[in-house]
């Protein structure tokens, strides 16, 4: 059992930047993909950011160029950091592990909320 825990979030004026931390419970090195979804109010939860065991990341396409991923597995961590936030950025953040063996894990979710 993995238990994610994040935090940072807040809020933030459109155009500031804002850097999310999820903690895990176990190590890391063994999960294959971390990473961080989101979820607007009235939306479907969505991708945000993720990255692999061997460090590959893939981002949405509102994340390129503004979001950035990083993950120590010795401090069993995932960080997002965001830039150039957007009002339409506004969503509960939710950490995300998945194992080797397909299992997937949720953190609470944090609130991000970007003032225009």
């Known amino acids: 059992q993995v238990q994610l825990v994040e935090s940072g979030g807040g809020l933030v004026q459109a155009g500031g930047s804002l850097g999310l931390s999820c903690a895990a419970s176990?190590?890391?090195?063994?999960?294959?993909?971390m990473g961080w979804y989101r979820q607007a109010p009235g939306k479907q939860r969505e991708r945000v950011i993720t990255v692999t065991r061997g460090g590959i990341t893939r981002s949405a396409d509102f994340a390129e160029g503004r979001f950035t991923i990083s993950r120590d597995n010795a401090k069993n961590r995932v960080w997002l950091q965001m830039n150039n936030l957007k009002p339409e950025d506004t969503a509960v953040y939710y950490c995300?592990?998945?194992?080797?063996?397909?299992?997937?894990?949720w953190g609470q979710g944090t609130q991000v909320t970007v003032s225009s």
């Open positions: 176990v190590t890391i090195f063994n999960i294959n993909v």
């Open positions: 995300y592990a998945a194992d080797q063996g397909g299992l997937t894990y």
